[in-house]
């Protein structure tokens, strides 16, 4: 599947990704708790550490991080059955978030900031103006953004998983030289990895886009912020000349990796426009 994007193509792409000066990391809350839902701290200050390795070469990075919902799950004593107690839950949730991440980038001596948006924000020219004046005004400052949907106000997001979708909207609106969204498998397969030992990886993505896509659909279950999301999320970005990766959070410095166009998780090629479909 992958014999239709060459070589050199590839090779393009991962100096691309190398040599971007702003990039847009999406982390997912597989990536930031454990298994009883708590915020994980070592995943966490792994996900910095991670981050650091990029503005340590100069980068701007801006961080679009889910886990609210989780954070607040592991904090007090409530489920999500409905809706109204997962936005609940993850303005709890989301505080906890941010506590940590301050204190883990102050190891580093950066400061981040908060900005919750929704989707309407983003469709609106004006407010969309405004969501990119501060992003820019922040990273003029060296301030970390740490972006995520308002789930207070916003319910699309709990039902459907869309910070993908919204990462990938930044990334074009915002203007970033990459994307990478780090999730708990590495990248994309040919079937569900967690499920299926058969499937196998799909380091590059390019031409091959419909097939990747059809196999992506047959053997994702559906759920909640699965692949499908970040597969079209990242294709979007790609169409746009932005390379952009998936890649599995817990793979050692798997941001100086990308940083160094190591082989790593699976790359969309920058297509400018061109599809296969
Ligand atoms: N905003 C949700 C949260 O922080 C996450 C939704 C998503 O992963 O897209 O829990």
Redesign the pocket.
């Known amino acids: 599947m992958t014999e239709r994007v060459d070589a050199a193509a590839l090779s393009r792409a991962r100096e691309q990704a190398a040599a971007a000066e702003r990039v847009i990391v999406k982390a ?2 597989n990536s930031l708790t454990d298994a009883e839902s708590n915020l994980d701290d070592e995943k966490l200050d792994k996900l910095v550490d991670d981050i650091e390795s990029l503005l340590s070469r100069g980068k701007e990075v801006m961080l679009v ?8 799950i592991g904090r007090i004593d409530h489920d999500t059955e409905t809706v109204e107690k ?1 936005q609940a839950l ?1 303005t709890v ?2 505080s906890h ?1 941010m506590h940590r991440y301050t204190e883990s980038f102050a190891r580093y001596d950066r400061k981040v900031a908060q900005i919750l948006i929704t989707e309407h924000d983003l469709d609106n020219p004006e407010r969309f103006t405004n969501f990119r004046n501060t992003v820019e005004t922040l990273l003029d400052w060296g301030i970390v953004p740490i972006i ?2 308002n ?1 207070a106000v916003a319910t699309e ?2 039902q ?5 979708m ?1 990462s990938a909207s930044i990334a074009i609106g915002v203007g970033v030289d990459l994307l990478v969204t780090l999730t708990d498998v590495g990248g994309v397969y040919t079937g569900n990895p967690k499920e299926d030992p058969d499937a196998e990886h799909i380091p590059v993505v390019g031409e091959n886009y419909g097939e990747v896509e059809d196999v992506v659909t047959e053997s994702s279950t559906g759920g ?2 699965g692949i499908q ?1 970040k597969v079209s999320g990242a294709r979007d970005v790609s169409e746009h000349g932005i390379p952009a990766i998936i890649a599995k959070s817990t793979e050692p410095d798997v941001l100086r990796k990308v940083a160094e166009a190591e082989s790593v998780g699976t790359i969309f090629v920058p297509i400018n426009g061109e599809t296969d479909d």
């Open positions: 997912g809350t991080s889910s886990g609210a919902v989780g954070a607040g997962s993850s949730g989301q978030l995520n949907e789930d997001e709990l459907i998983g869309d910070n993908d919204i909640f912020g999301t």
